[in-house]
Nanobody, 121 residues
Framework: QVQLVESGGGLVQAGGSLRLSCVASGRTFSTYTMVWFRQAPGKERGFVAAIRRSDDSTHYADSVKGRFTISRDNAKNTVYLQMNSLKPEDTAVYYC??????????????WGQGTQVTVSS
């Protein structure tokens, strides 16, 4: 079993930055492709960014490309999401997820509980 715990959310003004972290329990973190999703009120959960287990290549939703950066530190069992130039429409609960495949997308084996990001205008 792998447990994922997100942190780093909060309230920030438009144009500001936040860095989210997702720490995984267990010894097999490096074998998982890690993905960030977000869900805004009244909307479906949507893909944000992914980093592959095999080569650390990354993929982003068009809405965050150039502003967000996903990275991982396998020694710390942690995946990060650096969010710059935040906009009010980035307001959402952000979730990390893990899957054992080498593609960017699931099915997803594990999910975190989420961390709230609120961007004020």
């Amino acid at each position: 079993q792998v447990q994922l715990v997100e942190s780093g959310g909060g309230l920030v003004q438009a144009g500001g930055s936040l860095r989210l972290s997702c720490v995984a329990s267990g010894r097999t973190f490096s074998t998982y492709t890690m993905v960030w999703f977000r869900q805004a009120p009244g909307k479906e959960r949507g893909f944000v960014a992914a980093i592959r287990r095999s080569d650390d290549s990354t993929h982003y939703a068009d809405s965050v490309k150039g502003r967000f950066t996903i990275s991982r530190d396998n020694a710390k069992n942690t995946v990060y999401l650096q969010m710059n130039s935040l906009k009010p429409e980035d307001t959402a609960v952000y979730y990390c997820a893990a899957h054992s495949g080498s593609d960017y997308f699931g099915p997803y084996d594990y999910w975190g509980q989420g961390t709230q990001v609120t961007v004020s205008s």
